[in-house]
């Protein structure tokens, strides 16, 4: 019997989240959904709720959990969804997550497995105050993974690079917390509330190793190995 899975993708910024969501769609032939992607489609398609969006984003406001709930019921329900899916971005609070429990159940899916990517607190924040700019060119340099040849000059045009402000350790810290406060309380609905699998996975391996820990896990909690290495 084929099993239809439905897979939560979670981390904190900087984890990897990113590079694993294609890694998963491509081996598990599964959509891998982004509710930041799914917004952006509503607003290109420049219609009545799209325009909101834009305003809503505009003004620096969130889009209400009503808005985002309607827009993925109505994505989970095209027929590429049939035999399961990736979600990156959601759920991101218990009422989210309980409305999630609702729709699954609606189109007679199995739970979610909720997968976490832990990555230590102090790697995080060294990945996230890594970056730097150049204000002349816009080349982008990482100080972990592509540092620039010489150390603060941009290896284009020479220019000296610079640091956003979000892009600092102060502001590293605050989207940690932030993190942390909204998703403790999802992971606790789905340890405690019986609604899903939660798997941990150590994210601060290569990209590789990261994914063939998920993989195996996969295959201990969800699937049979042959779905997973075809």
């Not at 199995?110 to 990555?119: F, G, I, Q, S, Y």
């Not at 102090?122 to 540092?147: E, F, H, Q």
Request: hydrophobic letters at 35%; glycine letters at 8%; aromatic letters at 6%.
């Amino acid at each position: 019997m084929e099993v239809h899975v439905v897979l939560l993708l979670f981390g904190p910024p900087g984890c990897g989240k990113g590079t694993q969501s294609p890694l998963l769609r491509d081996r598990l032939g599964i959509p891998a959904i982004s509710t930041g992607d799914m917004l952006r489609r509503e607003s290109e398609k420049h219609s009545d709720t799209g325009k909101t969006i834009d305003c809503l984003l505009a003004a620096g406001c969130l889009v209400p959990n009503e808005m985002v709930n309607h827009l993925l019921e109505a994505r989970l329900a095209e027929p590429d969804c049939r035999d399961g899916f990736l979600i990156d971005g959601y759920p991101r609070t218990v009422e989210q997550a309980s409305h999630l429990h609702q729709i699954l159940e609606g189109l007679d899916l199995a739970a979610p497995t909720l997968v976490h990517m832990d990555v230590p607190d102090s790697v995080l924040i060294s990945r996230l105050s890594a970056r730097w700019n150049c204000r002349s060119c816009g080349a982008i340099y990482n100080l972990l993974s592509k540092p620039p040849l010489r150390d603060g000059f941009c290896d284009i045009d020479n220019e000296p690079l610079w640091q956003r402000n979000d892009d600092t350790v102060e502001t590293a810290h605050c989207r940690l917390d932030a993190y942390k406060a909204v998703t403790d309380p999802v992971l606790g609905f789905y340890k405690l509330g019986g609604t899903g699998n939660v798997i941990h996975v150590n994210a601060h391996q290569s990209p590789d190793a990261v994914f063939e820990e998920i993989k195996a896990a996969l295959e201990t909690e969800v699937f049979s190995p042959v779905r997973l290495r075809t």
